[in-house]
């Protein structure tokens, strides 16, 4: 385990792609028991920090690198789920150097504030992806329903190839069958806030990932 950060580099591996592709993909594992202090600010409400502000911004650029090799040559249509992706796609797309076009999908789910129950289309995709090579982007992958929906709608529009990425992975609650082929973080099954992703659309502007405490999403009635 790589002391100084806090995550280890647990599994390299290469996979092939349905695609002709092949993707070397690097799981990051978040220790469940790395510990950062709290800002003060927090503390009421965070248990503590899971993935500080560096972690994320070097993990971000390494996943960039990795896509830009993987679509040299190509324009992408990058789309990108609503709200969660918000910071994470703007770091990530600021250093991809390829052609790109950017879409979003508005996706909301309602149900109590930890749970994705029934899913509602906010939005829908503008840009044309017949034919294009898509990278869809979302914050975290739980149970899979989310990825499945949308990728379903996706392949009716017959684009050349789609590849998921998502900053992180709770590969515990995985209801469904579905993978993200670029994953920034695989954490353990906690309830996690900052860098976008949200509690009843609070703390998506913290800098860092953070398990909040159960007491705050019991506490709530809320809906997400
Ligand atoms: P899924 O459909 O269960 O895979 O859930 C995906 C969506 O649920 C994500 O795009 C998030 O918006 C939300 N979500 C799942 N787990 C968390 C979490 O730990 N914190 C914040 N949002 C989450
Ligand atoms: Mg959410």
Redesign the pocket.
């Known amino acids: 385990m790589d002391l100084q950060t806090g995550y280890r580099r647990s599994l390299t591996s290469t996979c092939s792609m349905r695609s002709s592709v092949s993707v070397s993909r690097r799981v990051f594992a978040v220790h469940p028991d790395s510990r950062f202090p709290v800002p003060r600010r927090w503390r009421a409400e965070l248990a503590r920090i899971l993935i500080t502000e560096s972690q994320i911004s070097q993990r971000v650029r390494a996943m960039s690198r990795t896509i830009q090799r993987d679509f040299i040559g190509r324009e992408l249509v990058v789309v990108s789920?609503l709200n969660?992706?918000v910071m994470f796609l703007a770091d990530l797309v600021r250093h991809l150097n390829l052609p790109l076009r950017l879409d979003f999908i508005g996706?909301s789910?309602y149900g109590s504030g930890?749970?994705?129950r029934d899913?509602v289309f906010t939005k829908e995709l503008r840009l044309d992806v017949r034919a294009r090579d898509v990278l869809l982007v979302?914050?975290?992958?739980?149970?899979?329903?989310?990825?499945?929906?949308v990728l379903q709608k996706l392949r009716a529009l017959e684009p050349r190839r789609i590849k998921t990425c998502v900053l992180?992975n709770?590969a515990a609650?995985?209801?469904?069958k579905v993978h993200a082929d670029y994953v920034g973080f695989e954490?353990p099954d906690?309830?996690?806030?900052g860098y976008g992703?949200?509690?009843s659309e609070r703390y998506r502007n913290l800098p860092f990932i953070g398990v909040?405490k159960p007491q705050i999403y019991k506490a709530s009635n809320i809906l997400?």
């Open positions: 789920l969660g992706t996706v789910s930890t749970e994705s899913l979302d914050d975290i992958l739980d149970t899979g329903k989310t990825m499945v929906r992180l709770k609650r995985r209801i469904e954490i906690y309830f996690v806030v992703l949200d509690f909040l997400a």
